[in-house]
C-alpha cells in the first residue's frame, strides 16, 4: 500500500514499492507501458526489473514525484488527468496502461479510464487496482462505527470513489465498450493473528491467504486487481 508524506494538493507524495499482484498480470511482451498517477515510480522499478527492454512513462499531479520518478522513467509528465492531457502525451500510443491505486481518486473514474484508452494500441492492456471497501479490516471498523477519513488507506481522504469486488466491473469497465475484463482478482490476507507470526511458516500463510482471496475476495481482498484488454 501507498505511503505519504501528509502534503496536500498536487504536493501530495506516494511513495511505494510497485504494486507485485498487478505487475505480475503484465503480457511477455510489454513495450511500451504508461503508469498513470505514477507515484515516485515504484512500479517503473519493478517492472524494468521483469522487463528492463520496456520503455516506461508516468503521469503524475506532483512535481515532486515527477522529479523522483524520472529517474525510472523515459519520461514522465506532470498535468491533472481529469483535465486536458498534454498535446505531447495524446500523440504517443502505449501497449500497456497502469492504474495503480488512482482512479479512487477520481470524481469520474469511467470517463479519466476512457480518456487514456484513446492511447493504447488495439490488443493493448490495461491493468487496475483499486482498493476494497468491503474487506474484512474495513467491516470490523463500520461494525464497530468508526468511518473516519484518514491520511493514508482505504479511507484515505483524498478518495471519492469507493468499490467492492463485484461492483467494479459496473463503475469502471460497463461504460467503455471497447475494453474486455479478462482476469479480475483480489490480493490481501486471512486475518491469522498469532498463528502466522509464531506457528504457521510463511509459505503455509501465504497459501491460506490466497486460498481465502480466491473463494471469498470480497471479504479478504485489500485491493481488486483487473486486466482488460483492448477490442
Sequence with gaps: MDNDNHLS??????ASAGNE??????????????????????NAVLI???YPDSKIYGITHSTSEADI???YMNHCWVADIECELPLDLEAERFDTLIFSHVLEHMRDPAMVLSRFVNLLEQGGQVLIAVPNILSWRMRT??????FEYQSGGVLDETHLRF????SIDQLLLSPIPELELVNKTA????PLWLLRRYVFPERWSNRIDEWGCKHWPNLFGWQIVLKAVKK
Design 9 to 14: 494538493g498536487s504536493e501530495r507524495v506516494y
Design 21 to 42: 499482484p498487478l505487475v505480475t498480470l503484465l503480457n511477455h511482451t510489454v513495450e511500451r507501458v504508461l503508469d498513470i498517477g505514477c507515484g515516485t515510480g515504484g
Design 48 to 50: 524494468k526489473s521483469l
Design 69 to 71: 520518478a524520472r529517474h
Design 141 to 146: 471498523q463500520f461494525l464497530l462505527g468508526n
Design 163 to 166: 468499490f467492492t469486488y463485484f
Design 187 to 190: 490480493s490481501g490476507n486471512v
